[in-house]
């Protein structure tokens, strides 16, 4: 089965500053690859997903922007951020052959 | 459009009083319908999968059933260990994004 990975666990930005959160994923090739935000007592909230190398749809229009630059990578960025930037971040994937969607560990973020 | 719904959004049960959380759904075709267990500041996981009315999956204190329109996770005997959130998700037609429902808090008190 596959495993995502995430990093960092917490950071704390101020406001203003850039943003890079990497996803990585192990035990599978070519998934489809999802960033999501989910505030405070609230369902999630679908940024980005990717079908493949360089190949990301944005669902929401906002000051993130997302990257994939291999197969098993998937980058969260911004140049500046907000204070509504805050949350946590969670990066799922999908294998080949099935809908099942699993999730990293996630990390949250403060921007101050 | 695809839509989930649970309820309740949250839920109080003492230690070994047995319950149950609704997940109702609405979706063109049904691909399958997800059970995670989200504990706080930590990413969902993966508890269940479901694709046809009438299946049932069962994992320790949990049970997962399916009809045409519903989801239900039966809870037996909870202990304090099970509370989290549960939320539960339904693919699309294309099984390449997921719809979630809102969530039920489970808090089960010693």
Redesign the interface.
């Given at each position: 089965s596959q495993t995502i990975h995430q990093w960092p666990a917490t950071l704390v930005q101020p406001v203003g500053s850039p943003l890079s959160l990497e996803c990585t994923v192990e035990g599978t090739s070519n998934p489809n690859l999802y960033w999501y935000r989910q505030a405070a007592g609230r369902g999630l909230q679908l940024l980005f997903y990717s079908v493949g190398i360089g190949q990301i749809s944005s669902e929401v229009p906002q000051n993130l922007s997302a990257s994939r630059p291999q197969d098993r990578q998937f980058i969260l960025s911004s140049k500046k951020l907000l204070l509504s930037d805050s949350g946590f971040y969670l990066c799922a994937g999908i294998g080949t052959g099935t809908y099942e969607q699993y999730f990293g560990p996630g990390t949250r973020l403060t921007v101050t | 459009e695809d839509q989930v719904t649970q309820s309740p959004e949250a839920l109080r049960l003492q230690e070994g009083e047995s319950s149950s959380l609704n997940c109702s759904y609405t979706v063109s075709g049904l691909?399958?319908l997800?059970w995670?267990r989200q504990d706080p500041?930590?990413?969902?996981?993966?508890l269940f999968?479901l694709y046809s009315a009438g299946e049932e999956k069962e994992k320790e204190r949990l049970k997962a059933t399916l009809t045409k329109k519903e989801s239900f996770l039966h809870i037996t005997a909870p202990k304090p260990e099970d509370s989290a959130t549960y939320?539960c998700?339904v693919?699309n037609n294309a099984?390449?994004?997921?719809t979630?429902?809102?969530?039920t808090r489970l808090m089960v008190k010693p």
């Open positions: - | 691909r399958g997800f995670y500041g930590k990413g969902p996981e993966f999968t939320l998700a693919p099984g390449n994004m997921l979630f429902g809102g969530g």
